[in-house]
């Protein structure tokens, strides 16, 4: 028979993703690096439609601050998943018009979590839970 880890595991994921939803969101119009935290974590990226919160995207990272700032809003299409599957579902035409989404029309919430593992645990709840539109790939 498997062992199960304890219910304060249970308790730990039910907690994060309770306190990832519960952030303040920062735009990505007025994203700053200096304000974001260079600490690992999770992250939350959210679609605003018609005035509903869609969860896009649910990621991890050992640097908050470049991930969110840097890959996924101002980097290239190899670094910037989302962008690269806005494109691809045509919703934008390039890279360029997947940035003004983002900045547009996109919120990022996060949690910092130094544990590479409890991150790794925290980013497959939180996804199994949210259903994000994009975030998990095809299985190859």
């Not at 991930?67 to 989302?82: E, K």
Request: glycine share 4%; hydrophobic share 35%; aromatic share 10%.
């Amino acid at each position: 028979m498997i062992q199960r880890k304890s219910i304060d595991w249970e308790k730990f994921l039910k907690k994060s993703l309770n306190t990832l939803i519960k952030q303040k969101p920062t735009k990505f119009l007025s994203m700053c690096p200096a304000d974001m935290p260079k600490k690992a974590g999770v992250y939350l990226i959210i679609s605003t439609q018609q005035g509903k919160q869609i969860p896009y995207y649910i990621g991890r990272t050992k640097n908050l601050q470049r991930r969110l700032y840097r890959d996924h809003l101002m980097g290239h299409l190899n670094t910037a998943r989302l962008k690269k599957r806005l494109i691809k579902d045509k919703i934008c035409l390039n890279k360029k018009e997947a940035k003004s989404y983002l900045r547009l029309r996109c919120t990022a919430r996060w949690i910092e979590e130094a544990d590479y593992r409890k991150r790794g645990a925290i980013e497959g709840y939180c996804t199994a839970m949210l259903f994000p539109k994009y975030g998990i790939d095809e299985e190859r």
